[in-house]
């Protein structure tokens, strides 16, 4: 595919050549600058999120909400393949914006975040971690910010960090966009960490697949060479682990017998990990992982004093009195849920609140914020009203 345009011909009375040679070169120009833009971004691919953000480093911006979808919709193209509802893709479907999307190397990056309280609109951000995953770009957000895939108003800061993906015992996921016996475009899904490269066994050699902005892998050549009738493909992930499998589908899409390892130095909610969630250095908007801001040095200040300390300054943050201690002793290690968040049903981000959670009712372990109850729309999708 080129991007350069064609040539653009004008008619007129006069210079009609020199017109479009002109005009030609302001386009090559213009192509050019693009294509430099379009490189510099695809070479991000080569970088590690992990590396950006972490849990003693978070990542902060603003998070917004832009409805629902069909779960995974977006520029990851997961919703062509209904690999939405991927075991690995748990929480709340979220666009990344511009600047931190790099195509394969950031979508199905599994995240935590959380509100911090700030911000304005109808719906704030939860202030208990939540669990999301990255299917879209948001061109307009700014870096750090994330556009959440479901019903609410408001802009809200938050922080954020990349997990490992909740695989379980799942396999890497395979889906086609089109193909002819010269050419294939597969998609790799529900992988722990998002994919650096992607390799197919070609007449006794690995070939590299070429990666593509919308979080497929294009294959060029005689397909005849690389099914038969399965392919054998070499995954290496964004922290360099590298795996194979056998891709026994070259239409529709199939499922794999491999996944990346569990890495324990970095965050799991499924494999053997030696960080948790308590162990967050907090820090403030726009300077992660700095405890020295006000508002980590009173969240530190809370997490030292107790139960009690816990109850008065959530009291203190929303303004009002109904929080006590034995309330917030109760539902310390569950989720305290804001208007329009799901609480409930057997769809949406139903998965991310544990295994048996998909069902028509209310979540196990959650609650919504004072004032609020967990209400039934249809058996898909309950929600804090």
Not at 32 to 59: C, D, H, P, R, Y
Not at 249 to 261: A, D, I, M, R, Y
Request: aromatic content about 10%; charged content about 20%; overall charge positive.
């Amino acid at each position: 595919m080129s991007y350069f345009p064609a040539a653009a011909t004008f008619t007129s009375a006069r210079g009609t050549h020199c017109r479009s040679t002109r005009i030609n070169m302001a386009f090559s120009v213009r192509s050019a600058l693009a294509v430099v833009a379009l490189w510099a971004m695809l070479t991000l691919t080569a970088a590690n999120i992990f590396e950006q953000g972490s849990m003693n480093k978070l990542l902060a911006g603003d998070a917004t909400y832009y409805g629902y979808r069909t779960r995974g919709f977006g520029h990851c193209s997961f919703h062509f393949h209904g690999f939405g509802d991927s075991k690995g893709y748990a929480g709340t479907p979220l666009a990344i914006n511009a600047a931190q999307y790099t195509g394969p190397s950031v979508c199905g990056l599994c995240v935590k975040y959380r509100g911090v309280g700030q911000g304005a609109g109808g719906n704030p951000v939860s202030t208990a971690w939540q669990p999301g995953f990255i299917c879209d770009q948001c061109p307009e957000c700014k870096f750090g910010d994330l556009d959440q895939q479901m019903g609410g108003d408001g802009r809200w800061k938050v922080e954020w960090y990349p997990v490992q993906c909740p695989v379980g015992g799942s396999s890497f996921r395979f889906g086609f966009q089109g193909g002819n016996p010269w050419y294939r475009k597969m998609m790799v899904a529900n992988a722990r960490v998002p994919l650096k490269s992607v390799r197919i066994w070609e007449s006794g050699a690995w070939k590299d697949l070429v990666g593509t902005i919308d979080n497929y892998w294009e294959y060029h050549g005689d397909t005849s060479k690389a099914w038969a009738p399965c392919a054998k493909i070499q995954v290496t992930s964004i922290l360099g682990d590298t795996v194979t499998d056998d891709v026994c589908c070259s239409s529709g899409t199939c499922t794999g017998k491999s996944q990346l390892p569990c890495r324990s130095s970095l965050p799991s909610d499924d494999c053997q990990s030696n960080q948790t969630p308590d162990k967050v250095n907090v820090g403030g908007i726009g300077q992660a992982g700095q405890s020295g801001s006000a508002r980590s040095t009173a969240k530190e200040s809370v997490q030292r004093s107790g139960v009690n300390a816990r109850a008065a300054a959530a009291a203190r943050r929303f303004g009002r009195g109904d929080l006590s201690a034995a309330r917030v002793a109760t539902r310390s290690s569950s989720q305290l849920l804001s208007k329009g968040q799901q609480c409930g049903g057997r769809g949406f981000g139903c998965s991310g609140f544990g295994s048996d959670a998909c069902q028509d009712k209310k979540f196990p372990g959650v609650y919504c914020d004072a004032g609020l109850k967990c209400k039934r729309n249809d058996d898909k999708w309950w929600g804090c009203q």
